[in-house]
């Protein structure tokens, strides 16, 4: 075997699988015998991974051939499960067990997938850095004293740190597309409603998306298609059929797999405060593709910088009425002795979520408030219409949409808790797709903030890249061809972090 | 029609009806709605709010709500919208209830009644889809209270009128009507003791043609009696403040049968900030014309309807067919006995006379009532063809409710009540009669009058009461040569 | 226009939340600095614009899917209260409800 066990991808250790030079337990406990210096996990789970493992090695000796059967992940911790506790990394879920599996958890698991355990996230997806886990910050292996990225941080640090070579995500305004940038993996956000909503605790209902972190569009490839698919119980979800996405990207390889292909860049996307070395890193990315016969062409999104006030508005207004159900009557935590309802409800909620989400649930309320509906909520989604609109007429003079997916690497963790309001800014580039509901991809294309000081740490850089592919509805195999014929042509996806 | 008017003051009420749809499942979840299991078996992990759940809305609820809007001649919204009404209390699990706000699925409409005779008709606001709440019970947990989230989301209708009603027994007419028609529709089960149709009444008063004043909403009315109760004590209630020179606070009040008095509710002092807002959980609801079509096809023959056949068909004045369709089973009892003996009015007054007298009296349906609808028409048929005379009619229908016999004629013969129509035999008794009376007749020949009659009285002791009185009075003139 | 504490105080009361003082006043400011930034986009026209509400409808006609009317659920009562802070007798125990 040319690489150690715990580096293979999804597809490299499934053929070994498949081969029988590979058993499901041996690529397990490569994972299990790596320890979590990066807090990545809320809970992993050895015996059960074993036992699991185990299980699928015999499936496979008996001839089932489930499409993942074996495949190792985790889950992040904002979709309930069964056998492992679910917090969405909060105080107010502490020793929740869910009755039920999320849709996509059990999807997963019909393909033949090992869960290794939860993985750390902002609390309800609340943040863009993961430093707001009430079970502590997630860190990122390619420079510990920085952040991985939110809020799927813990899946993102982890497979970029090779404790996985897979995890799922949750998308809001970013949180599988930033970390997957900040951590240099591969990750997608599929359109609105293609995978179900039904056991992935909500944070805002019309934004939230869940997708695959990997690194390689091939092995996202792979996990999307079993995620993915309609689901009765969310009255959201897709009827669209769910097509043979990696089938479609190796059928197109080549030497020109993209001639035709035309890459819209928003002047937008490329605005002066970009640092210079994330626009190089960009650049050389768009570079890659134009020689494997993609045209450039420009398209406008005119609004773009208003999608931050736009999402801030609706995002806090659906959480606000989301996590209402957080009352400590029916499950999770409650306070001690609470003299009457009211202070039951208080004193529980108060106690029990975190700063930047009392935060959140005050602006939601505000925005939905007597009075003020009309001028906040109401006219955010007036302009959220108007957003999408802009990417309908963009598409009309192109196939993908590109740019960067953040404006900067990742920062040094503690940087922005002076005003933690203004680190929604740093979303600006994430937030227009998520609210019209597109697919989206993060795709590394190198790295960043070379010899470059950073400010609070002083350490020089040398943090990922990614590249952001946003493509029409539906379109998520063109995403995810564009960027497996980028990683064909290209080694940025390969680099590993070292020393963790 | 004329307001009437309570101490000089105006009485204004509008309803808000809560009826629980008679569905299977719940609207949002596959759960049962089947009344009085254990507490919380019948809660399931999206009744619950568990973490991830999700609604998703039942065919049978929307159907249900189509039937209705077409019943009251309302509009069926092509599109209306989901949204989430948000406040916390512990019967309400997702801390948000998802009602209809903006767009209410059923718009309009109106529903008519008779108020001691008169006709009146009350426009509909609307109809919305929402879900029912948990209950909270009260008896003592060591100071606790116990939440029980089995009718957590159970489908409610939330019938909304104008505020077009005068008084309290307006408000009561109106609220009978609109329980006797959701029953007859098949859309609610009616049981008012298990909460399946609940009644809101907003109420004010004010001066007549001074703008309205001031309402409180009394919560969760259970009976009919206890609405009029609690509207009556609740107007005076206001026109006491109001003449004391004291304001009105909107609020809302629970009625208490036990002093028969209404209190403002603790739990809705706080003035409340819904923040409604579309449920994103759940797209716009769309209502086709061809779903709307099949319902109206499948829809039973509305009491309005039946009320003008039977005035056209069998002459009925407007009041009687209004009476003959306070709900489906009267409206089949009433047909049943019209055919069966052709006399549509008498059917008519029997069924409002003494089958009513009866029914309410041992407070049954006229589905227990003893005396069927084919039993009573035979009774009306011997009163016709003269074979027992009214008063007869009703001692052999006190032995049919009784119990004594199930054949009319048989009790007829067993009692003896058969009028005397063999005028042969009449004839003898007439003549001992006269004869024995001799004085009458003389006195009756000088031109007194009065002594006829008392001969009558005479024949009819004679013949035990069995004589037909219009024959005796015909024969005894003859023979009087009078 | 800025909010003050008083509204604080009433939106948190509202989200049955009791922040300190000291916590209200970082909030307010907090508060007041987010809305700064929302400003600009209260003065975009969107006169005869339809809010969208759900992505998708944004190019199709997104319309609500409806389950048939029958029960699929079955009794999970032990499952469902396993993590629940206080049951007794099958109910959720809370302080005193008082209508």
């Excluded at chain 1, 979520?353 to 003020?372: K, M």
């Excluded at chain 2, 973490?51 to 049978?60: A, I, Q």
């Excluded at chain 3, 907090?30 to 400003?39: A, T």
Aim: charged share 20%; aromatic share 6%.
């Amino acid at each position: 075997m040319s690489k150690a066990v715990h580096e293979l991808g999804v597809a490299e250790g499934l053929a070994l699988l498949e081969a029988g030079q590979l058993s499901s337990r041996e690529w397990v406990d490569a994972l299990l015998s790596r320890e979590d210096r990066l807090g990545a996990f809320l809970h992993r789970d050895a015996v059960g991974a074993r036992a699991a493992a185990d299980a699928a090695d015999a499936r496979r000796a008996a001839g089932d051939t489930a499409p993942l059967l074996g495949v190792p992940l985790a889950h992040k911790d904002i979709f309930v499960t069964t056998e492992h506790p679910t917090t969405a990394g909060s105080k107010i879920l502490e020793g929740y067990r869910s009755p039920f599996d999320a849709t996509v958890v059990a999807n997963l698991a019909r393909a033949g997938v090992v869960s290794l355990g939860k993985l750390n996230c902002d609390e309800f997806a609340m943040g863009s850095a993961n430093e707001n886990s009430a079970y502590g910050k997630a860190h990122n292996p390619w420079d510990t004293t920085r952040v991985p990225g939110g809020s799927s941080g813990g899946s993102a640090a982890a497979v970029a740190a090779r404790l996985l070579p897979a995890a799922t995500g949750t998308d809001t305004g970013g949180s599988i597309r930033q970390p997957a940038s900040f951590c240099g993996i591969t990750g997608i956000k599929p359109t609105y409603g293609r995978c179900s909503r039904y056991g992935m605790i909500a944070f805002a209902s019309s934004l939230d998306q869940a997708g695959p972190m990997a690194r390689s569009a091939e092995d996202c490839a792979l996990l999307l298609q079993a995620m993915a698919g309609f689901d009765e119980r969310d009255a959201t979800s897709l009827q669209q059929p769910v097509p043979d996405w990696r089938a479609q990207m190796l059928r197109q390889e080549g030497s020109q797999p993209l001639k035709g292909l035309r890459i819209g860049l928003p002047d937008e996307f490329f605005p002066q405060q970009l640092d210079a070395d994330v626009n190089a890193a960009v650049r050389a990315g768009l570079a890659a593709l134009q020689a494997l016969g993609a045209e450039l062409v420009p398209v406008q999104l005119p609004r773009t910088e208003l999608a931050i006030p736009v999402y801030y508005l609706i995002a806090p207004a659906e959480a606000s009425s989301n996590l209402s159900r957080f009352d400590g009557v029916r499950y999770g935590a409650r306070c001690e002795d609470p003299k009457d309802l009211l202070d039951l409800y208080q004193r529980t909620r108060t106690e029990r979520f975190g700063a930047e989400v009392q935060r959140r649930i005050l602006i939601g309320t505000y925005v939905l408030s007597h009075g003020y509906y009309d001028a906040y909520y109401l006219q955010a989604q007036k302009l959220r219409r108007m957003i999408a609109d802009d990417f309908q007429a963009a598409f009309k003079g192109c196939d993908l949409i590109a740019g960067p997916v953040a404006p900067t690497v990742a920062w040094s963790i503690g940087a922005q808790d002076d005003d933690p309001v203004k680190a929604y800014l740093a979303d600006i580039f994430t937030l227009p797709g998520s609210l019209a509901g597109l697919p989206g991809m993060s795709v590394p294309v190198g790295f960043g903030a070379n010899g470059m000081l950073d400010p609070v740490t002083g350490k020089p850089g040398g943090m990922p890249v990614g590249l952001q592919l946003l493509g029409n509805y539906f379109d998520e195999g063109r995403l995810l061809h564009t960027a497996h014929a980028l990683q064909q042509a290209t080694d940025w996806h390969r680099a590993a972090p070292q020393g963790v | 029609m004329t307001a009437q008017l309570v101490r000089g003051y105006e009485v204004v009420i509008g309803l808000e009806n809560h009826v629980q749809l008679s569905t299977q499942s719940k609207i949002f979840s596959g759960s049962s709605t089947a009344f009085g299991a254990a507490p919380n078996t019948q809660a399931s992990a999206v009744d619950l709010a568990l973490p991830g759940t999700l609604p998703v809305l039942n065919r049978g609820a929307v159907e249900r709500a189509i039937r209705f809007g077409l019943a009251v001649g309302a509009k069926v919204a092509p599109l209306s919208i989901f949204a989430r009404k948000n406040y916390f209390y512990p019967d309400l699990p997702k801390g948000y209830q998802i009602s209809q706000y903006e767009i209410p699925v059923v718009q309009g409409g109106s529903v008519s009644f008779f108020v001691n005779g008169q006709k009146k008709t009350v426009n509909l606001t609307r109809a919305h889809l929402e879900e029912d709440a948990g209950k909270s019970l009260h008896e003592d947990f060591h100071g606790m209270s116990g939440i029980d989230l089995n009718r957590a989301g159970t489908p409610l209708l939330e019938i909304v009128s104008e505020p077009e009603l005068r008084s309290a027994a307006e408000a009561c007419e109106y609220a009978k009507t609109l329980h006797a028609l959701v029953m007859w529709l098949g859309i609610c089960d009616g049981n008012m003791q298990e909460g399946s149709f609940r009644c809101d009444v907003n109420v004010s008063v004010r001066k007549p043609g001074e703008p309205f004043g001031t309402r409180r909403e009394i919560k969760n009315l259970n009976s009919f009696k206890f609405l009029i109760q609690a509207v009556n004590f609740e107007v005076n209630w206001q026109i006491d403040r109001l003449e004391d020179g004291l304001s009105i606070q909107q609020a809302t009040v629970l009625f208490n049968p036990d002093t028969g008095e209404t209190r403002a509710m603790r739990s809705k002092e706080d003035a409340a900030d819904y923040r409604y807002f579309p449920d994103p959980d759940l797209p716009p609801l769309m209502i086709g014309a061809d779903w709307v079509e099949r319902v109206k096809a499948e829809l039973p023959e509305l009491p309005a309807v039946m009320a003008t056949r039977f005035v056209q068909q069998d002459g009925l004045p407007e009041y009687d067919a209004q009476m003959m369709t306070t709900s489906l089973a009267t409206a089949r009892y009433y047909e049943a006995a019209r055919s069966a003996c052709g006399q549509a009015k008498l059917v008519a007054n029997w069924m409002m006379g003494e089958v009513s007298r009866r029914l309410n009296a041992e407070e049954k349906d006229i589905e227990q009532a003893p005396v069927g609808p084919v039993l009573l028409a035979a009774l009306i048929q011997r009163i016709q063809d003269g074979t027992i005379s009214n008063n007869a009619a009703r001692q052999v229908f006190d032995a049919l409710w009784a119990g004594e016999g199930a054949d009319v004629d048989a009790l007829i013969e067993a009692k003896g009540l058969r009028q005397m129509s063999d005028t042969g035999e009449l004839e003898r008794i007439l003549d001992e009669v006269l004869a024995a009376n001799a004085k009458s007749v003389e006195e009756f020949r000088a031109g007194k009058d009065k002594a006829f009659n008392a001969l009558v009285g005479q024949a009819m002791k004679a013949t035990k009461g069995k004589a037909n009185p219009g024959l005796v009075n015909e024969m005894l003139r003859k023979k009087l040569g009078g | 226009m800025a909010l003050t504490l008083d509204d604080v105080a009433r939106l948190a009361k509202l989200a049955r939340l009791a922040p300190s003082p000291a916590q209200q006043a970082t909030l307010l400011s907090q508060l007041n600095g987010f809305f700064e930034h929302v400003e600009a986009m209260r003065a975009v026209d969107t006169r005869g614009v339809a809010p969208l509400y759900t992505p998708l409808s944004a190019v199709q006609e997104v319309q609500l899917r409806l389950r048939e009317d029958a029960v699929t659920e079955v009794d999970q009562r032990e499952l469902n209260q396993r993590s629940a802070p206080s049951v007794e007798d099958g109910l959720y125990l809370v302080p005193k409800v008082i209508e």
